[in-house]
């Protein structure tokens, strides 16, 4: 089968490799969609900081089981589905808590070891999700990012009845807002310096999509949710001036949380949150209940996908992919790969 490597930044070779034995716990799928994620883009770029060279890249999959080990229980041959890509300890304190998300020694298909760049894929089957019948298979590898999105939401206590502001219209952004609004928001607003990012978040039915070039964050937030502001404040876009408008402009007794990568130490005026009240979410990947609600809120037609998928490309056009996103950064949303 097809396995493809990334030995160094920028360069992936094709590689023919035989197809990876079944453990009795494991299942072998038939990989039909990956998506291209902004930390696969690090990856390809060497900006990675916690990653080593050779990788096979891809950690947003869906395909079908093509075999099933001995002591599987659930799934069958010929399920379709869709990876949760974290491989944990389950004996550090924080995975003892519940919260593998930030295992001290987590491992994720793609970033940290083999993800799913091949015509097949072996995983244990409990990283694996069904996919009901009414998904597509782009819908399935959009499961991750989905996940992202619910977990932000479950984990800063959830916004029903509340006014939700999300910072960057990207993949992620736009997801969590969708999400904030099918999750019964009052109201959501996404801001974005970006117009065709804005222009997708219209299509996905964002209720105020505000280009922060135009119109500031502060004016938005009074514009669209009145005097008392809004009550939760997401970063999904990772730069100095987001995050701190995000400060000063939180409303007493608010929220906010940080869901994007920054690259940099950022200050942020400290005495503000504290004068205020106002309480900083931290937030890292999911778990496996953000996964099934996310599956839910797709099968349940609550999320528009199609419109994030701005591009395709045969999996062996990877490169031409990633040059493309690359050449393409304001313009793609969604790239993913095809496997014939
Ligand atoms: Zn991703
Ligand atoms: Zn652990």
């Known amino acids: 089968m097809l396995q493809i490597m990334m030995p160094a930044p920028l360069t992936f070779t094709m590689n023919e490799v035989p197809v990876p034995e079944v453990g009795d716990t494991q299942a072998l799928i038939k990989i039909e969609r ?43 041959v010929g399920d379709r589905v869709t990876i949760q890509p974290q491989n944990f ?51 399935g590898a959009l499961i991750e990012p989905i996940a992202v999105a619910t977990a932000v939401i479950r984990k800063v206590g959830g916004v029903n009845g509340a006014k939700v502001a999300v910072l960057g219209a990207g993949p992620i952004g736009n997801l969590v807002a969708q999400v904030a609004n099918a999750s019964g928001a009052k109201d959501v607003l996404i801001t974005d310096i970006n117009p065709k990012r804005l222009t997708i978040a219209e299509q996905c039915q964002i209720p105020h999509c505000v280009n922060s070039q135009e119109k500031d964050l502060a004016t938005a937030i009074v514009d669209f949710f009145g005097a008392n502001g809004a009550d939760v404040i997401i970063d999904c876009a990772g730069i100095r001036q987001t995050i701190s408008s995000a400060v000063q402009c939180a409303r007493r007794g608010s929220r906010i949380a ?43 037609g609550k999320l528009h996908t199609q419109e994030l998928v701005t591009n395709y490309f045969p999996v062996r056009h990877i490169q031409e992919a990633y040059q493309y996103v690359d050449d393409h950064f304001e313009d793609v949303m969604k790239v993913m790969l095809t496997f014939s």
């Not at 998300?101 to 072996?122: A, I």
């Open 258 to 300: 940080v869901v994007a990568n920054f690259k940099t130490p950022v200050e942020i005026e400290l005495v503000l949150l504290q004068r205020k009240e106002v309480t900083l979410y931290g937030i890292m990947m999911y778990l496996r209940q953000d996964f099934e609600r996310a599956i839910q809120l797709v099968a349940q």
């Open 89 to 139: 300890c389950g004996r550090c304190y924080p995975c003892q808590q519940g919260l593998y998300n930030v295992c001290e020694h987590l491992s994720v298909m793609g970033v940290h070891e083999t993800g799913m760049s091949s015509d097949y894929f072996v995983t244990e089957a409990s990283k694996l999700l069904k996919l009901p019948d009414e998904l597509s298979f782009d819908q």
């Open 34 to 76: 990956l998506g291209i994620c902004g930390s696969d883009m690090q990856i390809y770029h060497g900006k990675h900081k916690f990653m080593s060279y050779p990788i096979v890249l891809g950690h947003e999959g869906s395909g079908t089981l093509t075999k099933v080990g001995k002591a599987v229980q659930g799934f069958a």
